[in-house]
């Protein structure tokens, strides 16, 4: 057991840097986590949103809004509430 303490105190560094570079590639590689943002072809952004929601059923109404941010059009429309979760 002092053996590998004494390996681990001498190689500090190089252990710290394997640790983060272990780390750091786990981020990279995890799939990021599924958003209410979309886009649609022709508009900048869209976002999906729960707009009634009730204790029992959680969300029953589900509204997806896209806009152009150059000419400030926006369009809505009702979204199935599966989307929202």
Not at 43 to 67: E, F, I, K, M, R
Request: aromatic content about 10%.
């Amino acid at each position: 057991m002092k053996r590998i303490r004494s390996i681990l105190y001498r190689y500090r560094l190089v252990t710290s840097l394997l640790a983060l570079v272990v780390l750091l590639g786990a981020l990279a590689v995890t799939p990021a986590e599924a958003g209410d943002e979309f886009v649609l072809e022709g508009w900048d952004v869209c976002y999906t949103g729960c707009v009634n929601w009730n204790q029992h059923d959680g969300c029953v109404q589900c509204l997806a809004c896209c806009s152009k941010y150059s000419t400030g059009e926006y369009s809505c429309w009702n979204d199935e509430p599966s989307h929202c979760a």
